[in-house]
């Protein structure tokens, strides 16, 4: 598989998230992403909101800590067998799948420092997909859901036991998802 073509959202990992915009993604709304990747998610959630910030800082050093968090053996082994391309050519498959979308937005920066540019309560959607450890999901959190208007929905990936931090970070913040999707996305209304 060419770099520039790499898939990782394939079957149940795109049809799930496709589920999770229909049950909580207006067409109006306006969506942070956190943690954008190659784009794949950005350009499902471009097809579904209003306008879609794509915030992802595209650092070399994000490879080191790519499996931080996770338990599982079969995904820990996935992620080492993967091939893997350089941040730079992750971010250029990124300007190649979404950049060009009238309705996206590139912000090349970190969730920690994205999150002064919005104004409190001025978000729909925002979806947490950046590093998947306890204390980074717990920050994410707690800085970007006073960026939620009232009934907003926060949601994000890897609500999973393969991710035991993530779903310590989620019960501890906002409770049980409202729904967990095929893709082990997970969703709520705050
Ligand atoms: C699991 S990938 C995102 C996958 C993407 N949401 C999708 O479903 O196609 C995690 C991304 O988080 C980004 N990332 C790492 N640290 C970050 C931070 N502090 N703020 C925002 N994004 C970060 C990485 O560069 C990487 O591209």
């Known amino acids: 598989m060419s770099q520039l073509t790499m898939k990782m959202r394939i079957g149940e990992f795109t049809t799930g998230l496709e589920d999770l915009c229909r049950a909580f993604v207006g067409p109006s709304d306006l969506l942070v992403e956190l943690g954008c990747f190659s784009g794949e998610a950005t350009e499902i959630f471009a097809r579904f909101a209003g306008t879609v910030f794509a915030i992802d800082p595209w650092a070399e050093e994000y490879c080191a800590s790519i499996s931080e968090g996770c338990v599982d053996q079969g995904v820990l082994n996935y992620i080492q067998d993967a091939p893997v391309p350089s941040m730079g050519e992750v971010e250029a498959m990124f300007d190649a799948r979404a950049g060009t979308l009238a309705n996206v ?25 950046a590093i998947h450890t306890y204390e980074a999901v717990i920050r994410q959190i707690v800085d970007w859901r006073p960026k939620l208007r009232r009934g907003g929905v926060l949601a994000g990936h890897d609500f999973s036991p393969a991710w035991p931090g993530v779903m310590r970070a989620v019960r501890e913040t906002v409770g049980e998802p409202e729904q967990v999707f095929a893709d082990t996305s997970w969703a709520v209304h705050v």
């Open 105 to 129: 937005i590139k912000l090349k920066a970190s969730a920690e420092d994205a999150v002064r540019d919005f104004a409190d309560a001025s978000l729909d959607v925002v979806y947490v997909d």
